[in-house]
């Protein structure tokens, strides 16, 4: 790259520069002076259009590389004048690149034509350098040729000003230019929906407090605050509303934490602060906490003062809570990553305990997540390596005894002894994108199990086989069991219990018709953990032929007569929308009275048999398919399969 000549030896001015040499090269003659009312229209602080990401102009450092010093001494009187009060310079051009690392100015002001090392030289070495590269650059240079202005703007300069310069244009192009940098730093460091400062905000300035705090051996706390059940909002009523319930929390949040600057979680030159992290969760950073009780009452508030409520036209008022995780340096971590990381992991457990919890880091926490993380990078082996494997339980009518369905039960042998199953089962699978993958093994085996029985001339019964929609979209669980059939297996003897649905009536239209073109094939869809996970609202959307009551009935059923209760209702309910009621988790003789009792259908436990193979499951079942079965009664007498 050509550099521009001096023009001799008392002059460091190129022959492209123009004007005479009895003047300055910066500022045209008689203007190197501004009136007073100019000069406030050019100054930061007097501009009639403000943003906060403007606000410090005056505080920002320009740069100026000229090669003559009278050039720089005109141009520094001109910026004070103006209410810029930072300025650095060198007439060395070699010697500008390194300033400019350490410095890292607001804006430079680059002649081009210098000896040595011209503009367009330090131009270039700015833009493959990965600090200087986003340095707004003003150019001002004598030249007139075309292509020499074409070549800075390509090289990265921001904009460009022909000597000698008119100052009010220097002074409005300045103030511009800092602006548009301003701006844009604003936005790389604030959250777009709220205002609140970013992750990379925060990350940044927790690595800052974290390393006062080292220094004066003080504590704090990282706060994540995750809002309960937006997912829900997201699918009911939109994102639209889901962002303006966000907008309303942090409103909220903010209040919060404004009303403790300068109080017992602030030090003496920072207050707690709030930032927008991700998604549904916001951060507080708390620079200074002296044991953990003091940050007790600060969390309260915040899960009450977060605590928002939204009314439809016509519907009930719904409330939407927050849930908080806390981790605390330098107990729980002196990085910023690792202490950002515990004060998830906290916050997860405290909305799996329930919504409207906040829950300090343990140490276990990251174990338990290890631990999981390690069981989903060998389940992806384990189907290779004949771990998994399926069983069945029987599902009895509790008129007759007689089994009229089978329950498969996936069960991973971990070659620890631990075995895996149920739903722990299908929520690893989901955490490590197996979810997919080991349904379609499911219905596989499923599949070769019922053409076994068949060969041995058995007469088989409907398979029930669980689907969480928490892990797996129904499109796909559509996809694989749409495939499953056109392998030859007769829908009639599959079952497809659905965990997980979206919560109350929020089932999108396309998964009601896919739920519809299952039946229409003759599979029977069965509603699974109703009364826990699954409610009556969504009995309202979906076209199901059974619910299965939780478990959890069954287990508290002698102990609350309000359980009880209950249990009766969903009885009747089901017998009015003439669906299917299963009873599930039945262990004991007493219950099968109370149930029979009541006139339930169908139930199943381990009160009829453990799981077994497939195998043994045909052998001890299968064979007396149609054929009574004693189940114990009122008498509480022991069931004879």
């Known amino acids: 790259m050509a550099t521009d000549s001096s023009s001799g030896p008392q002059s460091s001015r190129s022959s492209l520069d123009t004007e005479p040499l009895s003047f300055p090269t910066v500022f045209a003659p008689g203007e190197d002076k501004l009136s007073e009312q100019e000069l406030r ?52 051009p070699e010697g500008a690149m390194a300033m400019l690392r350490k410095e890292r100015p607001g804006v430079l002001l680059l002649d081009l034509s210098m000896p040595k090392v011209s503009g367009l030289d330090i131009l270039a070495e700015m833009r493959d350098d990965p600090i200087a590269r986003h340095i707004p650059v003003i150019v001002l240079t004598s030249s007139i040729d075309p292509q020499v202005k074409l070549k800075a703007l390509a090289l990265g300069a921001m904009d460009f000003l022909s000597k000698p310069v008119d100052p009010s244009e220097l002074g409005l192009r300045i103030r511009n230019t800092l602006a548009a940098s301003a701006y844009r730093d604003y936005l790389g460091y604030h959250d777009a929906l709220t205002g609140l400062p970013n992750k ?33 909002v997201n699918d009911a009523l939109g994102r639209v509303v889901g962002d303006q319930l966000l907008q309303r929390v942090a409103k909220r949040l903010a209040s919060c934490v404004q009303t403790e600057a300068g109080g017992e979680l602030s030090s003496d030159i920072a207050n707690p602060t709030l930032y927008r992290f991700d998604g549904d969760e916001f951060a507080v950073l708390i620079p200074y906490m002296d044991g953990i009780h003091s940050a007790a009452a600060f969390i309260n508030r915040i899960l009450e003062d977060a605590t928002v409520s939204f009314q439809r036209p016509g519907a009930p008022e719904v409330f939407v809570t927050c849930s908080v995780g806390v981790s605390v340096f330098p107990t729980d971590g002196s990085d910023a990553d690792v202490l950002m990381r515990n004060a998830g992991l906290a916050l997860r457990h405290a909305k799996q305990a329930g919504p409207h919890r906040y829950e300090f880091f343990s140490p276990r926490f990251t174990e338990q997540a290890q631990a999981r993380l390690d069981l989903g990078a060998e389940l992806r082996h384990a189907v290779s390596r004949d771990q998994i494997e399926l069983l069945f339980k029987p599902r009895v009518e509790l008129s007759t005894g007689r089994l009229v369905a089978a329950q498969a039960l996936v ?40 053409r076994n029985w068949k060969t041995a001339s058995l007469q088989a019964v409907p398979v029930a086989v669980k689907a ?65 996970t699954a409610s009556v609202a969504q009995l309202r959307k979906l076209q199901v032929d ?74 001890k079942w299968l064979a007396r398919v149609g054929k009574p079965t004693r189940v114990a009664g009122a008498d509480g007498g022991p069931h004879s399969g």
């Open 411 to 450: 069960r991973w042998n971990h070659p620890s002894g631990r075995v895996i199953e149920g739903d722990e089962l299908m929520d690893l699978a989901g955490t490590s994108e197996m979810d997919v993958a080991l349904t379609e093994w499911v219905f596989e085996q499923v599949h070769k199990h019922s």
């Open 546 to 619: 059974e619910i299965k009551v939780d478990a959890s009935f069954m287990r508290d059923l002698d102990k609350d007569p309000t359980v009880a209760a209950m249990v009766l209702g969903i009885g009747d309910l089901a017998r009015r929308l003439k669906l299917n009621c299963v009873a599930t988790g039945v262990d004991s003789a007493q219950q099968v009275a109370f149930l029979k009792k009541n006139g339930w259908d169908q139930a199943q436990g381990n009160f009829f048999g453990a799981p077994v193979t497939g195998i043994n499951f045909a052998a």
């Open 41 to 92: 229209a050019l100054s930061p602080q007097e501009m009639i259009w403000r943003h906060r990401s403007v606000a410090g102009l005056s505080e920002a450092l320009i740069m100026m590389v000229d090669d003559e010093q009278l050039n720089i001494e005109m141009t520094q009187a001109f910026l004070m004048e103006a209410g810029y009060t930072h300025f650095v310079h060198t007439d060395e």
């Open 200 to 232: 990379q905000r925060y990350r940044k300035e927790a690595a800052a407090l974290l390393g006062l705090a080292r220094a004066e051996g003080s504590s704090g706390a990282f706060l994540h605050v995750g809002v309960d059940g937006l997912g829900r």
């Open 468 to 532: 969480s929609l928490g892990q797996i979209q129904l499109r796909d669980l559509a996809y694989l069991v749409n495939a499953a059939l056109s392998g030859g297996m007769d829908p009639r003897l599959l079952v497809l219990e659905l965990q997980q649905l979206p919560a109350d009536a929020n089932v999108a239209q396309r998964d009601t018709a896919a739920i519809v073109a299952l039946r229409k094939k003759g599979m029977r869809i069965a509603l699974d953990r109703f009364g826990a």
